[in-house]
């Protein structure tokens, strides 16, 4: 089963939600605000269902919210009309446009075959000078596990690796936490 569809899933469990996982994100939020200059233009990557670009947006932020999954991006729009919303693959953006972060959360873990070079590579051709990176992954005891739920593959990090992996790929690490009671981790990083 595709990411694709295990969203569509998502969206047919919860036809009239859009909250799947905001009071996860809020506290994450408001930190990522706190490294960002005022007015600054945010990719976020893997938008859903839109709930973290209408936070960003409605915080003096100007969004663009991409996703591969068609039925995230016709809800997100729903959800918020006032964010630029797009079906695109993160990969195949073009880098006219320079963005001062990036968010990224929960959606990672889902990139195994992508390869962690290429990853960071696009994000370093869309994001300005000491641009910051918000991501997340799934923790994992073992050193880059991957978890299969659902039929899909879903990479697992150990802190040290997921560390290493920021840090080798051009990223000064900005921060590091635990969430989720230590199931998933986050870093915020800016480009060296």
């Known amino acids: 089963m595709s990411i694709i569809n295990i969203f569509k899933k998502i969206i047919q469990k919860r036809p009239n939600e859009n909250d799947y996982g905001i009071n996860l994100s809020i506290p994450s939020l408001k930190k990522f605000l706190t490294y960002l200059p005022p007015n600054p233009m945010i990719l976020n990557v893997g938008c859903g269902i839109g709930q973290d670009s209408k936070f960003l947006k409605e915080n003096g932020c100007y969004v663009l919210g991409v996703d591969s999954s068609k039925e995230m991006i016709n809800r997100a729009k729903v959800y918020a009309p006032e964010v630029k919303f797009e079906l695109q693959d993160f990969m195949k953006l073009e880098p006219s446009v320079k963005y001062d972060a990036i968010w990224?959360?929960?959606?990672?873990?889902?990139?195994?075959?992508?390869?962690?070079?290429?990853?960071?590579?696009?994000?370093?051709?869309?994001?300005?000078?000491?641009?910051?990176?918000?991501l997340t992954s799934v923790a994992s005891d073992t050193e880059r596990g991957e978890i299969i739920k659902n039929n899909l593959v879903i990479r697992g990090l150990t802190e040290n690796s997921f560390k290493s992996m920021v840090m080798e790929n051009g990223f000064e690490i900005l921060d590091f936490n635990y969430w989720d009671d230590r199931k998933g981790m986050e870093i915020f990083a800016r480009v060296k």
């Open 104 to 134: 990224c959360s929960r959606v990672f873990h889902h990139m195994v075959n992508i390869g962690p070079e290429k990853f960071f590579g696009q994000a370093k051709n869309l994001l300005k000078e000491k641009g910051v990176l918000y």
